[in-house]
């Protein structure tokens, strides 16, 4: 049996890294590709009502060029087109993301069937990951699977809010300016940056935080 695979990545030598890893399995899979380098292109191809074409697996590298016309920032903005147009296709998110609330937030998002983290693709994890896939179960390379376990752990401690101002938090924001983006007052703002303190042990500032959350590998 052949699987139809399409790889939207705008680094074509890397789309064509992966698709040699995956033609030369010892599995006896079989797979046709295609490749896309721009999010218009995969929009397009994806789409296309007169010409449809089912893919089993599809690979969204996560930072792309924007797709002006669509507004489509980043290849797991093509979920939902993806999931409208054929339930059955199987999403890959590729991410240089290591930040573990970022990792989980783009999984709890977009719910994709995998995930991977860029610098742990050779040629065993990606074909792991095909095969975990194929086998109608979700997969995780160890970077992810290790940030949705620390989520876990937090769980009772960090919402989502909470994590949302560690980030700001992390890229300069104060609390004015934190309280606005997320519609909180400025003293919900620091009743919960008092809550994060707690559970992180830390006093001071909110660098103490920002240390203290890079340190742990949340940012």
């Known amino acids: 049996m052949s699987y139809s695979i399409l790889i939207v990545d705008d680094h074509k ?3 064509l890294g992966y698709q040699s890893i995956l033609e030369n399995n010892d599995f006896n899979l079989e797979f046709e590709f295609n490749i896309c380098t721009s999010l218009q292109e995969a929009y397009k191809l994806i789409s296309n ?3 449809p074409k089912h893919f089993d697996i599809i690979f969204l590298d996560r930072s792309m060029p924007v797709y002006e016309e669509k507004n489509i920032k980043s290849g797991e903005e093509l979920i939902p087109l993806i ?5 059955l296709s199987k999403t890959v998110i590729l991410t240089s993301l290591t930040e573990k609330f970022s990792i989980y937030d783009v999984m709890h998002k977009n719910r994709p069937d ?3 983290i860029k610098s742990e693709i050779d040629d065993e994890n ?7 896939i194929l086998d109608n179960k979700s997969y995780q390379s160890p970077l992810v699977r ?13 919402d989502t809010v909470d994590r949302q101002i560690i980030t700001l938090l992390s890229k300069g924001f104060r609390n004015a300016s934190i309280a606005e983006q997320l519609s909180l007052s400025a003293s919900a703002v620091e009743k919960r940056k ?4 707690d559970y992180l042990n830390v006093k001071g500032n909110d660098e103490e935080i920002i240390l203290e959350s890079r340190r742990l590998g949340y940012i």
Do not use: D, P, Y
């Open 13 to 15: 030598v890397t789309a």
């Open 146 to 158: 290790e940030a949705l376990k620390e989520e876990i752990n937090t769980k009772g401690h960090f």
């Open 49 to 51: 009502s007169s010409n």
């Open 114 to 116: 995998a995930m991977m």
């Open 83 to 87: 999931r409208k147009q054929s339930e």
């Open 194 to 197: 008092s809550k994060i303190k």
């Open 126 to 132: 990606l074909i792991l990951c095909v095969q975990t």
